[in-house]
């Protein structure tokens, strides 16, 4: 069974910085695309960076300059540094991946259970 545990949430002051990470863990042969997504009260989930198995990213408008995502393939992980946080980045964040389990011939997408973050003073 593939699981994906983020950690790393939690409340912050405007300005300030937090970094989630999310790891991957059962029985699997690739991990692809790996990313994080934002969902607050009423509204759908957003995504807010992806990098693929290539270490190509993209970011959503809002977090650009500001948020940096990274993976590290060995330990089956994929971070999201955030910095210059802003009241608006307040939300759930989720851990978003592409996983080939063993066994497979296609990968399946799973989600995490996700992390609140609250930017407030």
């Known amino acids: 069974q593939v699981q994906l545990v983020e950690s790393g949430g939690g409340l912050v002051q405007p300005g300030g910085s937090l970094t989630l990470s999310c790891a991957a863990s059962?029985?699997?042969?690739?991990?692809?695309?790996m990313a994080w997504y934002r969902q607050t009260p009423g509204n759908s989930r957003e995504l807010v960076a992806r990098?693929?198995?290539?270490?190509?990213?993209n970011y959503a408008d809002s977090v650009k300059g500001r948020f940096t995502i990274s993976r590290d393939d060995a330990q089956k992980m994929v971070q999201l540094q955030m910095n210059s946080l802003k009241p608006e980045d307040t939300a759930v964040y989720y851990c978003?991946?592409?996983?080939?389990?063993?066994?497979?011939?296609?990968?399946?997408?799973?989600w995490g259970q996700g992390t609140q973050v609250t930017v407030s003073s």
């Open positions: 978003n991946a592409d996983i080939r389990q063993v066994g497979l011939t296609t990968s399946f997408n799973f």
């Open positions: 990098v693929t198995s290539r270490d190509s990213t």
């Open positions: 059962g029985r699997f042969w690739s991990i692809y695309d």
